[in-house]
């Protein structure tokens, strides 16, 4: 017999499965331990401090890349004065906290502008090294950090100077809330800056003092573990295949006080392209979340659920298993004993004859056959066969019972027995059973990540058109009025190059006419004057959005420089893990931009997010609020969040609003757990029915169906026809039986016509 052949390996290989799904069944759903803290809580930390992290990256490389620009822009143009450098530097860009300029040869300094430059850091005989001009960090006599950036202006015929600017690495827009922690830490868990701890002199009771510092001690214990976890390999530290963030980002705990527990989520500064690098990624710098997540000692599900699906899976199995092994496995191992003694002569006993599918038509075919060889005509036992009662057949040479012609019971539906048995448990378990109604409880941590996730999303988008605009202003200041168009086309395409927001960059006479541009295509209506806003939608009848930013080119009478935003770029934005369906909307509510795949100015998929996002913008005290809320209602729980553009900026004007929405079905909640784990025991039942049932019928059963034909063909009197077995299994060795009995058939025909032919000449 072959190894994977025959009918035992199939019904073998159905029983192990069985028992071990009954085991993992008992195991999985049957497990009495308790969740204190959903997984989906702890997950949504990892993501709020990856957010964190992406978004100081971003801010200290747009940074350092607008100030080289800016640097290169003025290298490019006449010399100016370090004054003259400094006051243009702060009308466009509002970023930095000090700002200065030093002639590098001889140490004096020429401007400053904010606060106070530690120059004292700077070793000057250095900036000529490899790395010198590289960022760097300057902790001050105070404690505080300042991350300090240069860039160099050189002129022909005047000293080398050196642009210095200095800033706090504080988070870009980062909303926290109100009970979170948020810190940067250097890569020997020093905590460098920190927002989320009130001040000394906010500290209302000596109760909140004493928590403000827990707060602190568990917040330098987790800085310490962040900065050991940030120095693993991304690659190692992480499940093959996981994706998603590119750096080293994790949860931490810490231990239980007064029934909360402190959570941390942490995440290394990480390039936006894998095996890439920054001058942001190179200081080794993660970020650290803190929260105090309240635990839930209620238990989920009683074990007792996962030991009667158990129970019931192995009842039930061990009937099918039964059914198998009672009408299929015996029977067919029996009349292949049966056709192996036909074979060798041993004609004396009747064959027992099965009572179902096609063993039985197998062994009427074989006793039919048996009494051929004992000297009866094909046409007379056509007529005589065994009854289906499986008993055995008259004695040899004498008259059977006449066989009892009816509707026929096929091994396959012996089969569809066996699998509609698995079936009675495999389907509630898919369809029924263990299922989340709209009572689960869902972690109103959840509720509130989403809402500042959303939130930090509108401030990262808001502030990407800002530095689009702030960029744009630039251009615009540092073309003079008698600037030619090759040295504009020069500039823009320059810009461009360093900014890969771009679609187009253009300079628009104030009728409309084009002087120079870069990029794709214009989409500015041809001869309509530049917009009177600094950030605007183009227009609404294109099949994706055109948003534009201007900035009026000071001596040229209205002309501007335009650069029109690639839609893709705000797309990339959006693409965060964990909150599901990500929309940008104007202010009549139509989609601008998405995380997935989506239709330019549609509509939101529901009127009731429509109402909600209406609802967010709402001018509540100074301006508009973000806000979250959870539905119960309408095909499942869902959770929402929206966060319309709030701060400063070009940006602000357009109105625009991110709004997020995903089912809590997706998240890690115990409930939600238990139902995909009972769900998938389900799955597991129908998949080993259908591959143990299926591998029956293709490798047994239609190889049977087809050698039944083949029996009754030869035991009506088909001698020509030669058996072929099809696999080395029960059904091959029968097939061969019957190849010896039809060539002993034809000797025997042979022998009785020999004497005729004799007979016949004399």
């Not at 989520?265 to 200081?283: I, K, W």
């Amino acid at each position: 017999m072959s190894l994977l052949g025959g009918i035992r390996p199939p019904i073998a290989a159905l029983s192990a499965l069985l028992l071990a799904l009954a085991a993992l069944t008992a195991l999985g759903l049957g497990n009495p331990q308790r969740e204190p803290l959903p997984e989906a809580v702890l997950t949504s930390q990892q993501h709020f401090a990856e957010d964190g992290a992406i978004a100081l990256r971003a801010s200290l490389d747009e940074s350092i890349t607008d100030l080289n620009r800016t640097a290169a822009l003025f290298n490019a143009g006449d010399p100016v004065s370090a004054d003259t450098v400094l006051d243009k530097l702060g009308s466009v860009y509002q970023k930095w906290r000090g700002s200065a300029v030093v002639e590098i040869k001889s140490g004096k300094l020429l401007a400053a502008r904010g606060e106070n430059v530690p120059l004292l850091a700077i070793d000057r005989d250095k900036l000529a090294d490899a790395d010198g001009l590289a960022p760097r960090m300057v902790r001050l006599k105070n404690g505080e950090t300042r991350l300090l950036t240069f860039a160099l202006l050189s002129w022909e015929g005047r000293p080398q100077q050196l642009l210095v600017t200095s800033n706090s690495l504080k988070f870009p827009g980062v909303s926290i809330g109100k009970f979170r922690v948020i810190a940067v830490v250097d890569s020997g868990g020093q905590i460098l800056s920190s927002d989320g701890i009130p001040a000394p002199e906010k500290i209302p009771s000596d109760t909140v003092e004493e928590e403000v510092k827990q707060t602190k001690k568990q917040l330098r214990s987790f800085a310490k573990r962040s900065a050991e976890k940030a120095e693993q390999n991304p690659i190692k530290s992480k499940e093959p295949g996981s994706g998603g963030f590119l750096g080293n980002s994790g949860t931490m705990t810490g231990p239980r006080i007064s029934g909360e527990r402190p959570i941390a989520g942490y995440a290394s500064l990480a390039a936006p392209e894998a095996g890439e690098s920054t001058d942001a990624t190179s200081l080794g710098l993660s970020v650290v979340s803190l929260v105090t997540v309240p635990e839930n000692t209620s238990r989920v599900n009683s074990p007792l659920f996962g030991l009667l699906s158990a129970a019931a899976l192995l009842l039930i199995g061990a009937l099918a298993v039964t059914l198998l092994l009672g009408t299929v496995q015996r029977p067919l191992i029996r009349l292949f004993l049966e056709s192996r003694r036909l074979s060798r002569g041993d004609l004396t006993r009747p064959v027992t004859v099965p009572r179902f599918g096609e063993t039985r038509r197998l062994g009427q075919a074989l006793d039919r056959l048996r009494r051929q060889l004992l000297g009866e005509t094909p046409e007379a036992t056509a007529d005589d066969a065994p009854a289906s009662g499986g008993g055995r057949s008259g004695a040899p040479g004498g008259k059977a019972p006449r066989r009892r012609r009816g509707r026929r019971i096929g091994t396959r539906a012996l089969l569809a027995a066996g699998g509609i048995l698995l079936l009675v448990w495999s389907a509630p378990m898919m369809l029924l059973l263990n299922r989340a109604g709209d009572s689960v409880v869902v972690p109103q941590q959840i509720v509130n990540d989403q809402r500042e996730r959303t939130d930090t999303l509108a401030d990262r988008v808001r502030r990407a058109l800002n530095e689009g605009h702030a960029d744009i202003v630039s251009v615009a200041t540092l073309l003079g009025d008698k600037t030619e168009p090759d040295a504009m086309t020069t500039v823009l395409e320059r810009t461009m190059r360093e900014h890969p927001r771009y679609e187009s960059m253009y300079v628009l006479s104030p009728d409309g006419e084009i002087l120079a541009k870069s990029g794709e295509t214009p989409k500015h209506p041809a001869g309509q004057k530049p917009g009177a806003e600094p950030v605007a939608l183009l227009d609404t009848d294109d099949k994706e959005p055109r948003i534009a930013g201007y900035a009026e080119l000071p001596g040229r009478d209205g002309a501007s420089v335009v650069g029109e935003f690639r839609v893709d770029f705000l797309n990339s934005l959006l693409k965060r893990p964990g909150l599901g369906q990500v929309r940008i909307v104007d202010a009549q509510r139509r989609v601008l931009g998405s995380n997935t795949g989506y239709l330019a100015f549609e509509k939101l998929p529901s009127k009731r997010l429509d109402s909600f996002v209406e609802g967010t913008n709402q001018q509540v005290g100074l301006s508009a609020k973000p806000s979250s809320v959870l539905y119960r209602s309408g095909g499942g729980i869902q959770i929402a969040a929206a966060a319309p553009f709030a701060g400063g900026g070009a940006a602000k004007s357009l109105g625009w609003t991110v709004v997020s929405w995903q089912p809590a079905s997706a998240l890690a909640i115990p409930e939600y757990s238990a139902q995909n784990r009972t769900v998938l025991a389900g799955l597991l039942g129908v998949t080993a029915a259908a591959a143990c049932l299926g591998w029956l019928h293709i490798i047994v059963v239609r190889p049977l169906r087809d050698l039944a034909k083949q029996a009754e063909t030869l035991a009506d009197g088909d001698r020509r026809t030669v058996l072929y077995p099809r696999h080395h299994d029960e059904v091959g060795a029968i097939a061969r039986s019957l190849e010896l009995l039809r060539q002993q058939l034809l000797e025997q025909r042979k022998r009785d016509g020999a004497p005729s032919a004799l007979a016949g000449r004399n």
